[in-house]
């Protein structure tokens, strides 16, 4: 069983990196006219909990695949790490995003969430493949939970200081394929090395 503290790092990590790419998401959400701050929050709290549902199942491979297979499931955030340092955000995107959000609802939100996790499926399978005992699982759906409030919160404090957004649009493309690139190297070394 893994260490709790390396596991909390581990997970905080992958979350971190796998959704800093959706605060401006978050952002728009928040900023709409036609949404509560309730609707969102609860349409991500959905979204987070599908993705997640997803991620363990894609997880439960592990009880037909060789370990070593495993282990070679940390080229998914690797890759996706390195395709983040290949493209660029596009701006039209997310004006594009801004047009379509008349009168959503926390499906609508949460749908949005599920649309735009492909990178979170990447992520969170590898980890509940090598974290597949009652105790990694829990805390990492624990830990996974908690932080889409934290994000939440942060995110629609963010909509009010502008400054703050922008330094966080450059510290997302600048640090979250690197952390991407680092868990998945975590759970190469640590599949083929222990």
Not at 70 to 97: A, D, F
Request: some cysteine; glycine content about 8%.
């Amino acid at each position: 069983m893994t260490e709790p503290w390396t596991l909390l790092g581990i997970g905080t990590g992958a979350f971190v990196a796998s959704n800093i790419d959706d605060t401006f998401m978050l952002m728009l959400l928040f900023s709409s006219a036609n949404l509560l701050a309730r609707d969102v929050t609860i349409g991500q709290f959905l979204g987070i909990a599908l993705l997640v549902i997803v991620s363990t199942s894609a997880a439960l491979l592990v009880l037909v695949v060789p370990l070593f297979a495993i282990g070679l499931m940390g080229l998914i955030p690797i890759g996706i790490g390195v395709k983040r340092l290949i493209e660029h955000q596009q701006l039209s995107k997310t004006n594009k995003q801004n047009n379509k959000l008349a009168s959503l609802s926390f499906l609508s939100v949460a749908g949005i969430t599920v649309a735009n996790g492909g990178d979170d499926i990447g992520v969170f399978t590898p980890l509940f493949a090598k974290y597949n005992t009652y105790f990694e699982v829990t805390v990492l759906v624990i830990l996974f939970m908690l932080l889409t409030g934290v994000w939440c919160i942060l995110t629609y404090h963010f909509i009010r200081r502008p400054l703050m957004a922008s330094r966080m649009n450059y510290l997302s493309q600048f640090m979250s394929p690197f952390v991407l690139i680092g868990i998945g190297v975590y759970i190469l070394l640590d599949s083929f090395v222990f």
